[in-house]
């Protein structure tokens, strides 16, 4: 009996011992897995981590972009009404320019009129016949051309006969010019 007692007690020793190794072996298979599924486990939560940061930098990046296509709208926008309110400020000055022209032309165009009218009423009232009806006819006939003349011309035109007598007489108009600042000087002193 003592033989099949040993022979129980070895086949329970081995029992205990195969059973001991594999719960040996099955903790070390879980502590492997359990290892494992930690390391995946800190690898995805780095993976996400390393695409969040990335979606935030892309984030910032796109936000960085748009406000420096707002800067640069805005800036060309400011610039184009800076360059629209010059332009109307310029067609405004061209217009009172030009309604400041209109108005001398007006003006030439009245005196050469009224010229022409004093030469029809010096015609009119003077005498016709004798010494003192030829003066008179040639003075009315000197006051109607020129009267024509300024009415005619208007200023730009009589400006640009006054820049070609000078051209065509630079001596004989420094003199002139001489001379009328002369009489201007005394006369701004008296």
Known sequence: MSNV??????????????????TGQAAQDAARTA????????????????????????KAQDFAHTAGQKAQEFAHTAGQKISDAASAAGHK?????????????????????GIQSAANRVRDSLPREGMLGKASEAFADTLDRTGRYIEERNISG??????????????????V??????????TLRR
């Open 177 to 186: 010019a001489v001379g009328l600042g002369f009489l201007l000087g005394r």
């Open 93 to 113: 000055v061209q217009d009172a320019a030009s309604a400041v022209g209109h108005k001398a032309e007006d003006a030439t165009s009245t005196l050469g009129s």
């Open 158 to 175: 009589m400006a640009n006969d006054v820049t070609e007598v000078i051209r065509r007489n630079p001596i004989p108009a420094v003199l």
């Open 5 to 22: 007692t040993s022979t129980r007690s070895q086949t329970e020793q081995d029992k205990s011992r195969t059973t001991g190794t594999q």
């Open 35 to 58: 290892g494992q599924k930690a390391q995946d486990t800190a690898q995805a939560a780095g993976q996400k981590a390393q695409d969040f940061a990335h979606q935030a930098g892309q």
